[in-house]
Nanobody, 125 residues
Framework: QVQLVESGGELVQAGGSLRLSCIASGRTFSSYAMGWFRQAPGKEREFVAA????????YYADSVKGRFTISRDNAKNTVYLQMNSLKPEDTAVYYCAAIAFPRVVSTRLNDYDYWGQGTQVTVSS
């Protein structure tokens, strides 16, 4: 029902910033809660940030709180992840994901219905 395409991942030095984007197909983007997850080599995919349909409810993993900001622009069918003060531990493939209405925003991977293919973020020390 929806396709998600991430972009913006690249090599960046520790302490730097990066902004990831996820563009969704279709005309029902505003009905989806959205999330960002990441997966480092040899590790399971983990929660990073999530935002509800209106943008009024936001969750962050403790590891990124204060450094990352999730936002959305429903008119552009896009969710963003602004990443500041990047650390080598942030190196991972970053995925965006969507939860279909009427289910609500979640921090759990298994609650998400649709996934993008990921974008690589590498933070050098």
């Amino acid at each position: 029902q929806v396709q998600l395409v991430e972009s913006g991942g690249e090599l960046v030095q520790a302490g730097g910033s990066l902004r990831l984007s996820c563009i969704a197909s279709g005309r029902t983007f505003s009905s989806y809660a959205m999330g960002w997850f990441r997966q480092a080599p040899g590790k399971e995919r983990e929660f990073v940030a999530a935002i509800n349909r209106s943008g009024g409810t936001i969750y962050y993993a403790d590891s990124v709180k204060g450094r990352f900001t999730i936002s959305r622009d429903n008119a552009k069918n896009t969710v963003y992840l602004q990443m500041n003060s990047l650390k080598p531990e942030d190196t991972a493939v970053y995925y965006c994901a969507a939860i279909a209405f009427p289910r609500v925003v979640s921090t759990r991977l298994n609650d998400y219905d649709y996934w993008g293919q990921g974008t690589q973020v590498t933070v050098s020390s």
